[in-house]
């Protein structure tokens, strides 16, 4: 039975993530300002462990302290669609989470890497690879990084995995998950693909459900973890109706 730490488990995808976990019988831990948002499917549970905090208000030591003996990380956490939650603090919230909880599980040196798994968007790039956006896609990703600071943001959580962690570190193996336009229905068929198939006007939409499904999939099966650890998979729903 695997244990995974999850971040933003009251969110859209969060907590269908939680949900499907715990109907595979894993143990969840869920670190959460908010339990009373949470379904009574979740809160009911014996094998949820939750704990009540802002995940930036924990000290190192607490931080390790949730992280240990976890096999998966898994950080859904987002800023709310208003004026606060797009231009409020903490504008940093995706890439200190990261950051601290690496720090967090370096600092255990378990024997085993921890799988590291991070919601992030599509509109992010990849490093790696060279995607094929248009000049005023280009443009637009542009202006997005230096005017709304929930763009920055997921760059340099995704940055800082890419960058800091890297693909060497024995502590930690990573992948950050890019949805195209997120939208809420059950789990559907799906199609993972290196980079973006489509531009940003015309992308494919997302079910919030998929991306939790698939996030599962990367935990539990070793040979779909190798295929895509230390990468930036994009996931879109292969039927455009759904």
Wanted: proline letters at 6%.
């Amino acid at each position: 039975m695997t244990t995974t730490l999850v971040l933003g488990a009251t969110g859209n995808t969060g907590q269908p993530l939680v949900e499907q976990l715990l109907r595979k019988n894993h143990k969840v831990r869920i670190i959460v300002r908010s339990p009373h948002k949470l379904s009574a499917e979740i809160l009911e549970n014996p094998n949820a462990k939750i704990i009540e905090a802002a995940i930036l208000d924990l000290s190192d030591a607490e931080m390790a302290t949730h992280v240990e003996g976890c096999d998966a990380v898994v950080s859904c956490l987002g800023h709310n669609l208003d004026f606060n939650g797009m231009f409020g603090n903490p504008r940093n919230l995706c890439t200190d989470a990261v950051r601290r909880l690496c720090m967090a599980i370096r600092k255990n040196n378990a024997s085993k890497p921890t799988k590291f798994i991070l919601m992030n968007t599509v509109g992010v790039p990849n490093p790696n690879i060279d995607a094929q956006r248009r000049w005023f896609e280009r443009l637009l990703l542009t202006i997005l990084r230096y005017t709304i600071p929930p763009h920055r943001d997921n760059e340099t959580a995704a940055e800082h995995l890419h960058q800091v962690v890297g693909i060497k570190n024995k502590h930690i193996e990573w992948c950050a998950v890019r949805p195209d336009t997120l939208i809420n229905a059950e789990v559907s068929p799906y199609e993972i693909s290196a980079s973006p198939s489509t531009g940003i006007f015309t992308g494919r939409p997302t079910t919030r459900s998929n991306v939790a499904h698939f996030m599962i999939e990367l935990i539990e099966k070793p040979k779909l973890w190798n295929k895509w650890k230390f990468q930036m998979p994009v996931i879109m729903n292969a039927n455009e109706s759904v």
